[in-house]
């Protein structure tokens, strides 16, 4: 099993940045995609971005040119640094660890940008 503990979120303005962080422990395989879903009120949870841990990320649309993610493997931490943020990013971002032994959410970490 393993834990992932997620920080960073808040309130900002349109246009400001924020950055999330997300700490996996436990159990933690050599190989395995850690990642960020949104979800809004109202909306599915989507995926936002994730990266393996060889470094291969991939982004939704609609971030894409503003938001980076990272990670730290000896930390066993991913981070999403989100630049220009708009009002349509609000919403609960998730952390999400999976490798062939499973998968594992976060608790989750509010996001409202403000117009």
């Known amino acids: 099993q393993v834990q992932l503990v997620e920080s960073g979120g808040g309130l900002v303005q349109a246009g400001g940045s924020l950055r999330l962080s997300c700490a996996a422990s436990?159990?933690?395989?050599?190989?395995?995609?850690m990642g960020w879903y949104r979800q809004a009120p109202g909306k599915q949870r989507e995926l936002v971005a994730q990266?393996?841990?060889?470094?291969?990320?991939n982004y939704a649309d609609s971030v894409k040119g503003r938001f980076t993610i990272s990670r730290d493997n000896a930390k066993n931490t991913v981070y999403l640094q989100m630049n220009s943020l708009k009002p349509e990013d609000t919403a609960v971002y998730y952390c999400?660890?999976?490798?062939?032994?499973?998968?594992?959410w976060g608790q989750g970490t509010q996001v409202t940008v403000s117009s």
């Open positions: 436990g159990f933690i395989s050599s190989f395995n995609v």
């Open positions: 999400k660890y999976s490798s062939s032994h499973g998968v594992s």
């Open positions: 990266i393996t841990s060889v470094g291969s990320t």
